[in-house]
């Protein structure tokens, strides 16, 4: 390697992970150079959170991160581990500076069959991360009146329309997006649309929002003019519909495309999605900023629950897959941004010792349910990485 990865590490179950999948799957194989972040919640209770800013700025600085699950501390965490603060969730903390969308992707097997028996390929859901109804204001009104939408401008301008001329009581909501954060989401898009050769498809609901919605829709037009010659030379489309017929044409399609929404879309549509192509667990995810600079890691969460049991000394069967594909993500990517074919075979090769060892029926305890056509043999999580390894052994000599 010649450029540092940045490694963030994390939090309970996903840090034991963390160290057996660096010990096992990683050190014995790659030349590893990394700018190593503690984002344990002791560490960013130690340093005030400013480990978060620095990895999030490290992320910009070299390009790729790869990044352990972390808990997001609440009431009871500020009790558990004594906390100076209720820190913010580290991923909003990098989302922001890096300024990236989140791009969810199932890692697919043929065992393991979606609950929408069309699906073929992975569908990668991009939510854009900011504004509408998640950063709205809101009015309960109890009696008649007028309500309106009032700008007024820092030059003086005066802009105001009629929402409703209320006859009783009722709801009044107003939210905002902007057109920096609208170009930002489009830019990403695009660029993963490249990165990963996928059509990319849009979806709002801009025949009823005629201007918050059609505003969407004209940002991804202007920005896709920058992409198109790209998009041509390697065969992908951008597709832009009305969100009903998005959810209509998704549930119809083979798969293997990325489907871009807005906020409050792509937080209702990546539950369901996830959930219809079988587990959490099996779920990645990577931040990648306007400018390409990416962030990768796993959907799920330090699952607490296990971490609990292995405390106790008990055995767990956690599933590192999608930890796993972080780094094999965040490996791949950084031999193609510094031209390493060695790195990238090897990211190429990790990937397909976890299918070989999935493909014969070696499997945590979470996807023994779901595997159809084999024979599935549950096994905890030290043999899983280990049988990857072995898999991995072999495939690279
Ligand atoms: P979670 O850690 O994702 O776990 C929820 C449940 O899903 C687990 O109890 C487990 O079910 C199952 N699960 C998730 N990942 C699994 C895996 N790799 N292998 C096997 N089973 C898996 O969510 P949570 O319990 O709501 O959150 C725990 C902590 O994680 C919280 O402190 C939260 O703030 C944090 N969190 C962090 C991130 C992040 O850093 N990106 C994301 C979400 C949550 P069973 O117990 O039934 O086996
Ligand atoms: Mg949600």
């Not at 990668?124 to 007028?146: C, F, M, Q, W």
């Not at 996928?198 to 991804?220: C, G, H, N, P, V």
């Not at 043999?377 to 990485?385: D, L, R």
Request: aromatic letters at 10%; glycine letters at 8%.
């Amino acid at each position: 390697m010649t450029t540092p990865l940045v490694e963030m590490d994390g939090d309970e179950m996903t840090r034991i992970l963390w160290k057996m999948i660096k010990d096992q799957l990683i050190l014995p194989f790659v030349d590893l150079k990394v700018e190593y972040y503690d984002l344990g919640l002791v560490k960013r209770d130690e340093t005030s959170d400013k480990i978060t800013i620095e990895a999030a700025e490290a992320c910009k600085k070299y390009g790729v991160g790869v990044k352990c699950a972390t808990i997001t501390p609440n009431a009871q965490r500020m009790t558990e581990y004594n906390l100076h603060q209720m820190w913010k969730s580290p991923n909003g903390t990098i989302r922001s500076i890096m300024d990236g969308t989140v791009f969810r992707a199932p890692i697919t097997i043929p065992t393991i069959h979606p609950v929408v028996k069309n699906w073929e390929k992975p569908i990668t859901i991009a939510r854009h991360a900011y504004g509408d109804v998640y950063k709205n204001s809101e009015l309960r009104i109890t009696g008649p009146g007028v309500a309106k939408l009032v700008f007024d401008s820092a030059d003086g301008s005066h802009q105001e329309a009629v929402i409703q001329e209320f006859k009783g009581a009722g709801v009044i909501q107003g939210m905002h997006n902007t057109d920096k954060s609208i170009t930002s989401f489009a830019h990403s898009c695009f660029k993963y649309a490249i990165d990963t050769k996928q059509d990319l498809w849009f979806s709002t609901k801009d025949t009823i929002s005629k201007t918050y919605d059609a505003r969407f829709r004209e940002i991804f037009d202007q920005v896709y003019q920058e992409y198109k010659a790209q998009f041509e030379e390697l065969g992908i489309t951008y597709f832009y519909t009305l969100i009903d017929d998005a959810v209509a044409r998704v549930i119809r399609s083979r798969g293997g495309f990325i489907w871009a929404c807005k906020n409050y879309d792509g937080d209702v549509m990546s539950d369901m999605v996830s959930t219809a192509f079988g587990s959490l667990a099996m779920m990645t995810s990577v931040l990648v900023s306007p400018d390409g600079n990416y962030e990768y890691e796993a959907a799920h969460g330090t699952v607490t629950r296990h971490y609990y049991r292995y405390l106790q000394g008990e055995e767990t069967s956690t599933n590192p897959m999608a930890t796993i594909f972080a780094w094999s993500g965040a490996l791949r990517q950084r031999g193609l941004k510094d031209g390493l074919d060695a790195l990238v075979g090897f990211a190429d090769a990790l990937e397909a010792a976890c299918f070989d060892t999935l493909g014969e029926g070696i499997v945590t305890k979470d996807l023994v349910n779901l595997m159809e056509g084999v024979t599935p043999k549950a096994v905890n999580s030290e043999q899983f990485i280990a049988a990857i390894r072995e898999r991995l052994e072999r495939r690279l000599v």
